[in-house]
């Protein structure tokens, strides 16, 4: 069963191997490969900020993703990924779906989630459709689709 829990210092190694992770580069939009020194200053900086919510996504309690929401005002945008051993298995609607009921619960200011997503990167395209969200027309803009789920109904 998928179990979300927030990401504490511990996560640091594992943060840094998804983000290191080809496939995971080529879905982003800073894609080089980083270090863990620069890791590190980032992910602590990500734990203690307010604006940053964490989660790590555990199966059976081995821990197959995460999900990042970066809260601005009454938006929060959206950064996930499952771990190579676990992608294809259909889990990633599920697991979106359980990260945006705990973040609307602790968070009830947001009034809508989005999502950037690279052309070609279809099973997350997929995932935003299948939860509803709305592809929105953004003008000149050919790298990414931008994608909004409003939460305020
Ligand atoms: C994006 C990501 C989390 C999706 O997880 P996944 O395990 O690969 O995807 P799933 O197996 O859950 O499939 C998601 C959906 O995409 C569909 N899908 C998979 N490959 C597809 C393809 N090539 N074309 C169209 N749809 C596809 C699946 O059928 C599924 O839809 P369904 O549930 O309606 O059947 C994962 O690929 C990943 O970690 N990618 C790297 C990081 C990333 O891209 N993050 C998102 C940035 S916006």
Redesign the pocket.
């Known amino acids: 069963m998928i179990n979300l829990r927030l990401a504490n210092e511990r996560d640091c190694q594992r943060y840094l191997d998804w983000r290191n992770?080809p496939?995971?580069r080529?879905?982003?939009f800073e894609s080089s490969p980083i270090e863990f020194k620069t890791h590190k200053v980032w992910f602590l900086g990500k734990l203690e900020s307010p604006e940053s919510i964490l989660y790590v996504v555990e199966l059976d309690n081995s821990a197959i993703?995460q999900v990042r929401f970066e809260i601005d005002d009454e938006v929060a945008e959206v950064?996930?990924?499952?771990d190579e051993n676990?992608?294809?298995?259909?889990?990633?609607?599920s697991m979106m779906s359980c990260a945006i009921e705990k973040l609307l619960m602790k968070n009830r200011n947001v009034k809508s989630v989005v999502?950037?997503?690279?052309q070609g990167?279809?099973?997350?395209?997929?995932?935003f459709e299948?939860l509803s969200f709305t592809k929105k027309d953004c003008k000149n803009q050919e790298d990414y689709s931008v994608f909004e789920l409003q939460t305020n109904f």
């Not at 950064?79 to 499952?82: G, K, V």
């Not at 999502?115 to 690279?118: E, N, P, Q, T």
Request: no cysteine.
């Open positions: 992770d496939v995971v080529e879905s982003a993703g950064n996930y990924s499952i676990y992608r294809g298995k259909r889990l990633a609607s999502a950037k997503v690279k990167n279809l099973p997350s395209m997929k995932v299948n």
